[in-house]
Structure formats: structure tokens, C-alpha cells
């Protein structure tokens, strides 16, 4: 069975970093389709940014161009999130996630992955 366990997530000033990982058992991640989603209270599950299955194909929301930067380790079978210059509006729990690989690449939508993690929470203070 696909397990994923998030870690590194914690408290940070605004303009701080954070690195986020995703360690994956069960399954090779390379054979994935990858990606990290947030979500505050009261709303939908948000995309955050995805790597393809095959690898080099990556897409990010908008508001994390830049600053954000999704990677894969495969021989260690983990997926991280490098988060710079943090603000407040990107306090929320990230998770990351798993899915079949698809032939058009990034998937933005939730339902699209069907392994996830538990979460982890990053707050970013003013």
C-alpha cells in the first residue's frame, strides 16, 4: 500500500524559507505523477505546484511562480517543496500527492491524484 509522510512543516517569518518533504513507501515515485496541494479552512484543497511522472515537466500556480520549486529525489523516493519569500496568505496545511501518470503532463485538479498525505502545517506571521 502507498504511504506518504509529509514533514518539515512549522512557523516562519514573512520573507522566510521552508523546505517541505514528502517521504513515499509502497510504491516508486518515479512511476507517479507528483504534486503538492494546500488548503485552508472552509475552502477547496489548492493547487500548489506538480512534477509529471516522466520528470522533466513541471507546473506551478501563479501566485508561487518564483518562489516556489517542486523537486524529486527518486533514489531516496521523497518529493520536496522549497518555499521562499513566504507570506502570510501561504499559511495553510500542504500536502503532497500522488497520481497516474498522464500524457498531458500536470494535472491541477485533487481529484485527478488518489494518494495522499496527512499534511503539514506552515504558518507565516506578519
Known amino acids: 500500500q502507498v504511504q506518504l509522510v509529509e514533514s518539515g512543516g512549522g512557523l516562519v517569518q514573512a520573507g522566510g524559507s521552508l523546505r517541505l518533504s514528502c517521504a513515499v513507501s509502497?510504491?516508486?515515485?518515479?512511476?507517479?505523477?507528483t504534486a503538492w496541494f494546500r488548503q485552508t479552512p472552509g475552502k477547496e484543497r489548492e493547487f500548489v505546484a506538480g512534477i509529471s511522472g516522466s520528470g522533466p515537466s513541471t507546473l506551478y500556480a501563479d501566485s508561487m511562480k518564483g518562489r516556489f520549486a517542486i523537486s524529486r529525489d527518486n533514489a531516496e523516493n521523497t518529493l520536496h517543496l522549497q518555499m521562499n519569500s513566504l507570506k502570510p496568505d501561504d499559511t495553510a496545511i500542504y500536502f503532497c500527492a500522488l497520481g497516474p501518470r498522464l500524457p498531458t503532463g500536470v494535472s491541477t485538479l485533487a481529484r485527478m491524484y488518489n494518494y495522499w498525505g496527512q499534511g503539514t502545517q506552515v504558518t507565516v506571521s506578519s
Open positions: 509502497g510504491g516508486t515515485l518515479s512511476s507517479f505523477a
